[in-house]
């Protein structure tokens, strides 16, 4: 049984920093790439940052660049996303994604996800 658990949301003032963690457990892939995603209040899902399996490649959205730093324990099965800078917009539920295996080089899209974890919310204030 696959299990993909976020922890380490809650509210902060804008310019404070929250660290996001995920583990994931039961994957059935030799290797995968693991991400963060963000849903608002009714706007659509989109990603945010994603790591290779070594954790030797990353890649970000353009509005975290600078800001947020992922970074991933194989041993552990566990994925880090460290939010300095936090600023209203980005109060959102954000989700950690477990992909379907490798993915190119390039920041993991939604066709890519197999496993989401239940999401964990980030509210920043101003």
């Known amino acids: 049984q696959v299990q993909v658990v976020e922890s380490g949301g809650g509210l902060v003032q804008s310019g404070e920093s929250l660290t996001l963690s995920c583990t994931a457990s039961?994957?059935?892939?030799?290797?995968?790439?693991m991400g963060w995603f963000r849903q608002a209040s009714g706007k659509s899902r989109e990603g945010v940052a994603s790591?290779?399996?070594?954790?030797?490649?990353?890649y970000y959205r353009g509005f975290v660049k600078g800001r947020f730093t992922i970074s991933r324990s194989a041993a552990t099965n566990t994925v880090v996303l460290q939010m300095n800078n936090l600023q209203p917009e980005d109060t959102a539920m954000y989700y950690c994604?477990?992909?379907?295996?490798?993915?190119?080089?390039?920041?993991?899209?939604?066709?890519?996800?197999?496993?989401w974890g239940q999401g964990t919310q980030v509210t920043v204030s101003s």
């Open positions: 039961g994957v059935p892939f030799d290797d995968y790439a």
């Open positions: 994604a477990v992909a379907r295996g490798r993915i190119g080089v390039r920041i993991m899209n939604r066709a890519d996800v197999e496993y």
């Open positions: 790591i290779s399996w070594s954790g030797g490649s990353t």
